[in-house]
T-cell receptor, first 111, second 111 residues
Framework: AQSVSQHNHHVILSEAASLELGCNYSYGGTVNLFWYVQYPGQHLQLLLKYFSGDPLVKGIKGFEAEFIKSKFSFNLRKPSVQWSDTAEYFCAVIHAGKSTFGDGTTLTVKP | NAGVTQTPKFQVLKTGQSMTLQCAQDMNHEYMSWYRQDPGMGLRLIHYSVGAGITDQGEVPNGYNVSRSTTEDFPLRLLSAAPSQTSVYFC??????????FGPGTRLTVL
């Protein structure tokens, strides 16, 4: 079955640590890729997206993601996290008009 | 421009009751979707629509009905609520292949 996998369910980091959250998808062909963030008590907001072109995309708040087609991956990175980055992060794929989300990764940043 | 609106924000039902969760968007988006969010399970697609008059099932459609009589509105109906439908429900809309915009969510409890 086609799916989106996020490998880390819960990540705990100290402030200033580097972050990488994994995302793999199993769809062939053309896909649109997204990372969303959900701060506590809020709805999902877009961090960044990839449709085509440069596989390294930059989003808001210092986040970036790299699309590696050969690995079916779209990992999210941030060089130095802040306490305010504590949230749940979702990878999502749109394929053939249908969107699928990963299970989410909860990031806790310790001050 | 209100974006995506959802009502109600909170709802408590008894088993067997029916209700409709309302969703509206004012961005003239073709695509609208309903998701449920449960701890550790990410967002699961319930139903979606690619335009007025067109709906399709997502990953977890059982127990839910939808209709799309206008571009703006996409109500979700629970015909006979069950405790397993206790969840947070998010409505989202998007243009073709583009970013999803989420509503604020409806927190539903079924006793």
């Amino acid at each position: 079955a086609q799916s989106v996998s996020q490998h880390n369910h819960h990540v705990i980091l100290s402030e200033a640590a580097s972050l990488e959250l994994g995302c793999n998808y199993s769809y062939g062909g053309t896909v649109n890729l997204f990372w969303y963030v959900q701060y506590p008590g809020q709805h999902l907001q877009l961090l960044l997206k990839y449709f085509s072109g440069d596989p390294l995309v930059k989003g808001i708040k210092g986040f970036e993601a790299e699309f590696i087609k050969s690995k079916f991956s779209f990992n999210l990175r941030k060089p130095s996290v802040q306490w305010s980055d504590t949230a749940e992060y979702f990878c999502a794929v749109i394929h053939a008009g249908k969107s699928t989300f990963g299970d989410g990764t909860t990031l806790t940043v310790k001050p | 421009n209100a974006g995506v609106t959802q009502t109600p924000k909170f709802q408590v039902l008894k088993t067997g009751q029916s209700m409709t969760l309302q969703c509206a968007q004012d961005m003239n988006h073709e695509y609208m979707s309903w998701y449920r969010q449960d701890p550790g399970m990410g967002l699961r697609l319930i139903h979606y629509s690619v335009g007025a008059g067109i709906t399709d099932q997502g990953e977890v459609p059982n127990g839910y009905n939808v209709s799309r009589s206008t571009t703006e509105d996409f109500p979700l109906r629970l015909l006979s609520a069950a405790p397993s439908q206790t969840s947070v429900y998010f409505c989202a809309s998007r243009g073709r292949g583009d970013t999803q915009y989420f509503g604020p969510g409806t927190r539903l409890t079924v006793l």
